[in-house]
């Protein structure tokens, strides 16, 4: 298995740690404002997505284990330590490939959009992935989530591996298309 994710670390701007019980409520109101799932998916927003993170039962892909799961917040550096976190992502280490690094979610709230945060904390989950050998990070993007597309394809997410979803669009269809960026050549 890889080396694993540090629980604390930082970019020019953000504090990163391991998300923690106490933060529980803070951390799913961030995610019911941050991850508009339901315009993309049609699917309504999981009320104990938090709750099932940190207690072990997180989603998982086919064959996958939780403690390959990573989730943590981001809050901004100069707010201090009581700082309310602004952005919460999910990490799954080894999948779909042991050298690969899954981004499941990544969230910012819609205060931190436009600023730079997303892609400063995009950058640093790169450059950590690069220092523990991993050979590509993934995302995966709702079809319909144009703000995301545009998003990731300028991160350098620019190749597409995998498409999954309705097979026709339709207003309710959904497809979600599976984004890679190499670490090696």
């Known amino acids: ?5 540090p629980v604390v670390w930082g970019t020019d701007r953000c504090d990163i740690h391991t998300m923690r019980h ?8 961030l995610y019911e404002r941050s991850a508009p799932l339901p ?12 709750s099932n993170v940190l207690n072990g039962i ?22 201090g330590p009581d700082a309310v ?9 080894g999948y779909p490939e042991e050298r690969d690094l899954y981004i499941g979610l990544f969230a910012v709230d819609p205060s931190w959009r436009g600023q730079g945060y997303g892609k400063e904390l995009v950058n640093g989950i790169i450059s950590l992935a690069v220092s523990l050998s991993y050979e590509t990070v ?16 300028g991160c350098g997410f620019k190749e597409a591996v ?11 269809a959904y497809a979600r298309l599976e984004l890679v960026y190499r670490l090696t050549n």
Do not use: C
Not at 39 to 50: C, E, S, V
Not at 58 to 79: F, K, M, N, T
Not at 138 to 153: E, M, P, Y
Not at 162 to 172: Q, V
């Open 58 to 79: 997180p989603e998982l892909p086919p064959g996958g284990s939780p403690d390959r799961i990573v989730a943590q917040l981001a809050a901004h550096r100069v707010s």
């Open 138 to 153: 993934r995302a995966a993007v709702d079809l319909k989530n144009w703000g995301a597309l545009r998003f990731w394809v």
């Open 39 to 50: 315009k993309w998916t049609g699917q309504p927003l999981d009320r104990l997505y938090i």
């Open 22 to 29: 106490a933060e529980e409520k803070t951390l799913q109101e």
């Open 1 to 5: 298995m890889m080396t694993q994710w």
């Open 162 to 172: 995998k498409i999954s979803g309705d097979r026709e669009y339709g207003e309710k």
């Open 85 to 93: 976190p602004s952005a919460l992502f999910e990490l799954y280490q």
